[in-house]
């Protein structure tokens, strides 16, 4: 059975690629199932953001999850093969170990991910489909990413996304307390950025959500109305900066839409910040004139800027994940023994049997159980040194230095006086 990780992320695919290939959150159990039960895979866990869509699996058959992955979202092996990677063994769990610390993230130690793959796990074992390696693998991973961010600085002072959408809205507008911000969604990102941009003390801040019960709960936390997202057409006109991050898997505000609410503004600007993957903007939005679209790439390159100070943070958490890389792959390959182990115990006790039978016997007979001791003795010894000896006669030249090597090894600690 091999363990592989396999998707495409921000640094591999464009967002066109990357929406057509995502998971929404009521279609992740289904496809697991689908995985495990049409593709012999023994196990799968799948991940997917905005930055990024991963397979995790337990296979013996690792060339069929490419496949499955094209074909499951409609899309041709050739398409997808140019942006995807591919990591097999010890560096899918290298890899899955710097996804957790924040190492691969858009945002170098931006702690989102660590939540997104412990949800992904959940999941999982909701689908039944997180077995023994896997778990083992994620537990493993959790810990490692728990040390990175507890001994390093990997995570201080980071420069979010939310960050820079606030600072994207203050080249554009003088100052962000006159003006009136739209949040489209209710999860972790929206709740990010309202606490950043809530920090400028907007002239008013309003939110909505296909749930109207989780739009009230953010406009409880940050003082400000929440509308039912049907009321969004006739809204949107009202706000100088949308932000928007649901997972809908069609675009919510369409290129027809923001041009009735220009036309409304007497085209007065619109900052319109896309965090969704799938988009949840057209892009054909973007050719409107007095439109700012940013989508998730466009912040990711603005946060990039300026993270050189963090070099070091990252050597130190290169250190602890490869520690824990060389752990998880001792378990993985003790593991992987198991099945020799318990061949050789079993032929172990067949001979072991025979013997005592062998014994019991004599010693019914009436023999001397001294004798029948020293038989048994012998006859456990003769035989479990049988096959070993045979290898060592038959082998020549290096091979047969590699065996006598072996068996040195293993009888060295059995020298008693």
């Known amino acids: ?28 159990q289904p496809a697991l199932v689908d995985l495990v039960k049409n593709q012999q895979v023994d196990e799968a866990a799948i991940i997917s953001t905005c930055n990024r869509t991963e397979v995790f699996c337990a296979t013996a058959e690792p ?79 959790f810990s490692v990413a728990k040390e990175v961010r507890t001994r390093t600085d990997i995570g201080a002072s980071s420069v979010s996304l939310a960050a820079a959408g606030v600072r994207v809205a203050e080249r554009i507008y003088p100052s962000i307390s006159e003006q009136a911000v739209l949040f489209i969604g209710a999860g972790e990102m929206i709740d990010l950025c309202a606490a950043h941009f809530c920090a400028r003390k907007p002239r008013r801040v309003v939110f909505t959500n296909r749930t109207l019960e989780r739009a009230e709960a953010l406009a409880g936390k940050y ?75 466009d912040l990711g390159t603005i946060v990039r800027e300026g993270l050189d100070h963090r070099h070091a943070a990252v050597a130190e958490a290169e250190s602890i994940i490869a520690t824990g890389v060389s752990d998880f792959m001792r378990w993985l390959r003790s593991r992987e ?56 006669q038959g082998a020549e030249g290096d091979d047969r230095d590699r065996i006598l090597g072996v068996l040195s090894g293993l009888f060295a600690g059995d020298r008693r006086a």
């Open 1 to 28: 059975m091999e363990l592989v990780a396999l998707g495409v992320n921000h640094q591999t695919a464009p967002l066109a690629l990357r929406e057509q290939v995502a998971f929404a959150a009521d279609g992740l």
């Open 223 to 297: 003082s400000g109305q929440a509308i039912p997202l049907s009321a969004l057409p006739d809204a949107v006109a009202q706000f100088d900066i949308v932000v928007t991050c649901t997972a809908s898997p069609l675009p919510i505000l369409g290129k027809g839409l923001i041009e009735r609410a220009l036309k409304a503004r007497r085209h007065r600007p619109m900052l319109l910040v896309d965090l969704a993957v799938p988009r949840d903007i057209e892009p054909e939005v973007s050719r409107l004139g007095d439109v700012f679209l940013y989508t998730v790439d």
């Open 337 to 392: 023994l198991v099945p020799a182990i318990r061949e050789i115990r079993g032929r172990a006790e067949i001979v072991r049997q025979h013997e005592v039978d062998r014994a019991l016997k004599a010693i019914a007979r009436g023999d001397d159980p001294k004798v029948v001791l020293e038989a048994l003795s012998h006859g456990l010894t003769n035989k479990f040194l049988h096959g070993p000896t045979q290898a060592l």
């Open 63 to 141: 060339s069929r999850i490419i496949e499955w992955f094209a074909k499951y979202h409609g899309l041709g092996a050739d398409k997808l093969a140019p942006y995807l990677y591919e990591f097999p063994r010890e560096q899918a769990v290298t890899h899955a170990f710097r996804v957790a610390s924040g190492l691969e993230s858009m945002v170098i130690g931006e702690a989102q991910i660590l939540g997104q793959m412990k949800q992904a796990v959940r999941f999982a074992e909701e689908a039944g489909t997180l077995g023994t390696v896997l778990h083992k693998l994620f537990q493993r991973t």
